[in-house]
C-alpha cells in the first residue's frame, strides 16, 4: 500500500520523511528543526520585547516618582518663601502693580534676566535690546546675597538671558544713564533666587 500525502499550504508537516515541497532538497523532519528554531527565535524576541517594555514602564515610573518629588520640593519651597513673607506672583501682575505696592513689599517673580550695560532688569520675554518696548523691571542686585549675584553673573545670564525666580522686596531708586538720572522709579531689590 502505499502512502499518499495531500500537502496543503496551510499544513506545513505530516508526511513524515517525505521530501517537503517547500524546501527542496529537505525531508519534513528538517522544516520541523526549522520550524522549532523559528518558534523559540520569536519566543526569545516576544521575552525581549516584554523586558524592554517593563524597563520602559519602570523608568516612566522614575521619571513620573521624581517629578512628583520635584514639584513637592517646589510646593515646600514656596510654602517656606511664602511664610518668610513673599508672595510668588507672575510677572504680568507684579508689572501691572509693582508702582502701587508698598516700599518693602516682598515678591517673588518669574522673569528673564537681562543686563544691558550696567542696568539690570526682568522680563516677561527674553530678547529685545535696552530701548526696545517689552515691558521689564528695574532690578538693584548690589546688595543681593553673594551666591545669587555669582549666578546672576553666569557668562549665560550676562550675554542671553536667563528664566529666574527672584525674590526681593520693592524700593524706591532712580535709574541712571552715563551718571545722568532719567528717572525716579520702584525698583526691585533682590533679596535671593532659584
Known amino acids: 500500500m502505499k502512502l499518499v500525502c495531500i500537502v496543503l499550504p496551510f499544513v506545513l508537516w505530516g508526511c513524515g520523511s517525505m521530501p517537503s515541497p517547500y524546501l527542496p532538497g529537505r525531508s519534513n523532519a528538517d522544516f520541523e528543526k526549522l520550524r522549532e528554531r523559528a518558534l523559540e527565535d520569536n519566543r526569545k524576541e516576544a521575552e525581549r520585547r516584554a523586558e524592554e517594555s517593563r524597563a520602559l514602564q519602570a523608568r516612566r515610573a522614575e521619571m513620573v516618582a521624581a517629578s512628583?518629588?520635584?514639584?513637592?520640593?517646589?510646593?515646600?519651597?514656596?510654602?517656606?518663601?511664602?511664610?518668610?513673607?513673599?508672595?510668588?506672583?507672575?510677572?504680568?501682575?507684579?508689572?501691572?502693580?509693582?508702582?502701587?505696592?508698598?516700599?518693602?513689599?516682598?515678591?517673588?517673580?518669574?522673569?528673564?534676566?537681562?543686563?544691558?550695560?550696567?542696568?539690570?532688569?526682568?522680563?516677561?520675554?527674553?530678547?529685545?535690546?535696552?530701548?526696545?518696548?517689552?515691558?521689564?523691571?528695574?532690578?538693584?542686585?548690589?546688595?543681593?546675597?553673594?551666591?545669587?549675584?555669582?549666578?546672576?553673573?553666569?557668562?549665560?545670564?550676562?550675554?542671553?538671558?536667563?528664566?529666574?525666580?527672584l525674590l526681593g522686596h520693592t524700593t524706591r531708586c532712580t535709574v541712571t544713564w552715563v551718571s545722568n538720572p532719567l528717572r525716579s522709579d520702584v525698583c526691585l531689590a533682590v533679596d535671593g533666587m532659584w
Not at 513673599?86 to 501682575?93: A, L, M, Q, V
Not at 502693580?97 to 516677561?124: I, Q
Not at 551666591?147 to 528664566?163: G, I, S, T
Open 68 to 165: 512628583a518629588a520635584r514639584q513637592e520640593a517646589q510646593r515646600a519651597r514656596i510654602a517656606a518663601e511664602e511664610a518668610r513673607g513673599y508672595k510668588h506672583i507672575s510677572f504680568e501682575d507684579f508689572f501691572l502693580d509693582y508702582k502701587t505696592m508698598p516700599v518693602g513689599s516682598k515678591r517673588a517673580v518669574k522673569g528673564y534676566y537681562r543686563v544691558f550695560g550696567n542696568l539690570e532688569t526682568l522680563a516677561k520675554v527674553p530678547y529685545g535690546d535696552a530701548w526696545d518696548n517689552f515691558p521689564r523691571v528695574v532690578l538693584l542686585t548690589e546688595s543681593a546675597p553673594r551666591e545669587v549675584r555669582a549666578k546672576l553673573l553666569d557668562f549665560k545670564c550676562r550675554q542671553v538671558f536667563c528664566e529666574v525666580l
